[in-house]
């Protein structure tokens, strides 16, 4: 669904990534990982777009990027969920309109999933959180937010950036087993992380491969983990 072929990205004159070859199919869980400043998200924004590569090839969804014009990008991007970060919002909106924000993005009738957007929040377990504003939110319901946000439109792949670095380990696991049910439903993972433990706990449920930026190349990471 998502392929990296020989890619390398640089900024400022620097070689950021150089040579990375990575294929995303349907129903895989990778995680990413890596010293901080390795380079694990502009991997995943070379993986929807948001960057283009210095040099080699990305496809998405067998379409090579370098001939798409914005408007298949933008299209294709909607098949691809991502967790920011940072995890940003809209604080003067409340958390079911701050959801819901990528079908209003779509042009889809928002009023008509209103049934699809209690489930899914249900799902995440903020049914209870629908009319709160960001602010009154905590940090782990803040990131089970950024998740409905991701799947809402029923992506096929979804893109996750240290989604569990703000939260306790309890709220990781949870975080986590959200992950893992979106995969058997087929969904392909990627997730970008530094937290051993939980990569570790992972694979003991899923058939996870770990991959890891070392020297701005992407290498398969050995049974250590």
């Not at 940072?86 to 042009?107: I, K, R, T, W, Y």
């Not at 709160?132 to 089970?144: D, H, T």
């Not at 991959?211 to 990471?221: E, S, T, Y």
Request: include cysteine; aromatic fraction near 4%.
């Amino acid at each position: 669904m998502i392929e990296l072929e020989d890619v390398s990205h640089s900024y400022g004159g620097a070689e950021l990534l150089s040579g990375i070859s990575l294929r995303l199919q349907p129903g895989s869980f990778h995680f990413l990982t890596g010293p901080s400043g390795a380079g694990k998200t502009t991997l995943l924004k070379l993986c929807y777009a948001e960057l283009r590569p210095s040099r080699g090839r990305v496809r998405l969804f067998g379409a090579e990027l370098g001939r798409m014009d914005r408007d298949a990008v933008a299209r294709t991007r909607r098949r691809i969920g991502v967790v920011h970060q940072d995890c940003q919002f809209l604080d003067h909106l409340p958390l079911a309109e701050n959801v819901s924000l990528p079908l209003l993005a779509a042009g889809r009738d928002v009023a008509a999933e209103s049934e699809n957007l209690r489930e899914l929040l249900a799902w995440v377990g903020l049914e209870a959180q629908t009319a709160s504003l960001p602010p009154q939110l905590s940090g782990g319901e803040r990131q089970r937010a950024a998740l409905a946000r991701a799947v809402i439109m029923s992506p096929d792949v979804i893109l996750a950036d240290e989604p569990t670095g703000n939260v306790d380990w309890e709220m990781s696991l949870r975080i986590l087993q959200l992950l893992i049910e979106l995969n058997r439903m087929g969904k392909a993972i990627l997730v970008a992380t530094h937290d051993l433990n939980l990569i570790r706990t992972a694979k003991a449920h899923v058939a996870a491969r770990v991959l890891r930026i070392k020297a701005r190349q992407v290498l398969l990471a050995g049974a250590d983990l």
